[in-house]
């Protein structure tokens, strides 16, 4: 399922080119690395059981001290989840007894509630249409809105890449203060709400934030060539000159060491 953004919004980083060189992986800025570590590494808050806080618990009727084991449930990130508001929600895997109590248990997995809906941002001033999870629209309800939503929860957490991307956007608009380019009385109000939330952020880190590793890598690329064109001739040419300087040097030792050999007088 694909999802249609009002006005036209572009939420993804379109690269010119699709062949990546190798070793821009390592040359990534800790800007990047550090919103990979949030999105791919971090543990996401628990979405289907409550966690215990602490080490240690009393259990109730026998008054045991016991060590607190929040195992998390085993969740399955389908691709199609990506193209809508998930809300931390996934696929659940475990298994399920079928009717009889004494016939082994089957594999079953259980699926969110997908629905379409709109959802609107208040800061990019758009209606997105997409699909949402039940839980997905509790928690923009919570959190008075889509943009507190989003501006407040952790990568992990929103998981999917159309939550990462309007994220993105929105952050962007904050830091660039584009928003209502037209109004400037409301673009000030509507700065004022949500401004709190760039002290978590640096702008490089906004740069590079929401963006998948595969358009990290085009970014990176792209950056690089730019650099390259920008770089001036003279730097190019001395460059130039000094290795082949390098090479008439090693050339003319190499000839005088023939001719020391060939000469008895010498």
């Known amino acids: 399922m694909k999802s249609k953004l009002a006005n036209g919004l572009k939420l993804l980083y379109i690269p010119k ?20 570590k949030e999105w791919r590494h971090k543990v996401p808050e628990p979405v289907y059981y409550k966690a215990t806080p602490g080490k240690w618990t009393k259990d109730e009727k026998t008054g045991a001290v016991i060590p607190v084991q929040n195992i998390p449930i085993p969740l399955k990130y389908p ?6 508001i998930w809300g931390g929600e996934a696929v659940v895997q475990g298994f399920k007894q079928n009717g009889n109590k004494y016939k082994s248990r089957v594999p079953h997995f259980w699926t969110p509630t997908l629905k379409k809906s709109v959802v609107y ?59 209502y380019a037209d109004d400037n009385v409301k673009q ?3 700065y004022d709400k949500y401004k709190h939330y760039l002290k978590n952020y640096t702008h490089e880190e906004i740069e590079w934030y929401g963006l998948t590793f595969s358009e990290a890598l085009l970014k990176m690329q792209d950056i690089d060539e730019l650099n390259e064109k920008k770089a001036p001739l003279k730097a190019k040419y001395r460059l130039e000159l000094i290795e ?12 005088k060491s023939w001719l ?3 000469n008895p007088f010498n």
């Open 17 to 36: 080119k699709t062949r990546i060189s190798s070793g821009l992986g390592d040359r990534l800025p800790e800007a990047y690395k550090k919103f990979y």
């Open 79 to 84: 691709k199609t989840m990506h193209s809508g």
């Open 188 to 190: 000030q109000e509507v």
């Open 121 to 179: 941002s208040e800061i990019l001033n758009k209606y997105m249409s997409t699909t949402v999870t039940e839980k997905a629209l509790d928690v923009i309800n919570k959190n008075y809105g889509l943009d507190h939503y989003l501006l407040k929860t952790a990568a992990c957490d929103l998981r999917t890449t159309l939550s990462l991307k309007i994220k993105r956007h929105i952050l962007m608009a904050l830091r660039d203060k584009t928003l």
């Open 260 to 262: 020391n050999k060939l």
């Open 244 to 255: 082949e300087l390098k090479n008439s040097n090693e050339t003319v030792e190499e000839d």
